[in-house]
C-alpha cells in the first residue's frame, strides 16, 4: 500500500480545519506562556506581603508584566500534521529576575540566539558531551557562597591540561530540596527539607555542553568515576560528589537539541514559590510540612542577586555571542531584534478564565 493508498489521519485531518488562531490555542507555546503566567500569582503575593519596599516594586512590576503580548503566527505542515510556528513581535515585562514569565522569554530568546549559533557548526562530527556537576545541598543563606565556590572550581577544573574539552556552554540551575517519597522514580515530589536549625535545603548544579578534544571518543574517553575525581579535588569535598556525563549522538538533531535545551532553562524552578503543601497521591495535607513559598523566594531573591547564569569559554565562546546572552538575561532583549513573518495576533491576559485571549490583529 502507498502513502496515497492509506485512509488520512484523523488528527491530521482536524488539523487541516483548524482556523490559526486555533491551533495556536492548542499549541505547547501557548501552554508553556499560559502557565508561565499563572505561576506569577504566587510570586506577586509573596513579594507584596514581605513589608520589603523592593519586594513591593517588585510585586508591582510583575502584576503589570505582559498582560497584553503581539505575536506572529504562521502554519506549517510536517510529518505530524500542521502546527502553528510562534514568535513574540512585542511585549511588556517586568525584568524581574524571578519572574515566571520574564524567565520564560528570557530563556526562549537565549535558546534562539544559541541554536543559531551552533547552526554554524558541524553536528555530524562526534564532538559534545553534556555533563552535570552537583554538591552536596546547603542550607539556603549559604547559596550564594556555596555557588560562587562552585564557579571558581568549575574553572580550575577546566583549565586542568587532563581536562578533554576545549570549549563549554555551562549553566547554573538551583531546586528546593524535596523529601523522597514512596512513589518517586525520579524527581523527588514530597515536602520541603530543612537543616536543622530550620532553614530550607537548596540543590545547586551546573549543566554543561563540552566542545570535546578531536580524539576524545575514539583514544581519550575517561570515565564517569574519572570526573568524579576531577570534580571532588577541584571542590576540595570530602565526598564523592554526583556526577553524570554522557554522550551527545552525532548527526542526532534531537539528541543534540535536548543538551542545549537543558542546559539553557530556567536557574530556580516557577512551581517552588507555591505552597504546595498536599500529597499528589492522596490530595491530603503533610502533616509535617510548612509554608515555604516566600520563605524560598525571598531567599533566592538574595542569594541570587547579581550571578550570572550562564557562561561560556574556550571553542564555544569563539562562535557564541556571550555579550547578547548576558543583555538578554539583564534586558530580555536581544541583539537586531526583527519582525518575523506570519499574522500579527493579540493575546490579551483574562483574570476570570486565567489565558490568554488570541484575536487576529489586521494590519
Known sequence: MTALDRPPDSKKLLALTLTLIELFNQSPKCKRITVAKRHCDPVIDHYASSGHPHHFRFAERMLN????????????????GVIAKTSIENARWCHCRQCPLCQFAKASKQRAVLFKAFGTTDLTVQKYAFLTLTQNNVPLDQLRVTLTNMTYSWHKLYRRRTFPAVGFLRSMEVTMQRQRMPWDTKKNTGPAVRSEDGQLMAHPHFHILLDM?????????????????QWRSALKADYNP??????????????????LLETCKYTVKPADFANDLLDSKTSKIYSDAKPHGAEWLYGITEQLDGLRSLGLGGTIKKFCNEEELHQIEDTGRANNEQSQFGKLVKLTWDDTRRSYNAVELDE
Open 65 to 80: 508584566c505582559s498582560p497584553e503580548i503581539l505575536i506572529r503566527l504562521c502554519s506549517e505542515i510536517t510529518s505530524e
Open 213 to 229: 578534544e578531536e580524539d576524545y571518543f575514539e583514544r581519550g574517553f575517561k570515565t564517569t568515576e574519572w570526573f568524579v575525581g
Open 242 to 259: 554526583i556526577v553524570h556525563i554522557k554522550k551527545v549522538k552525532a548527526g542526532n538533531d534531537e539528541d543534540f537539541s535536548k543538551a
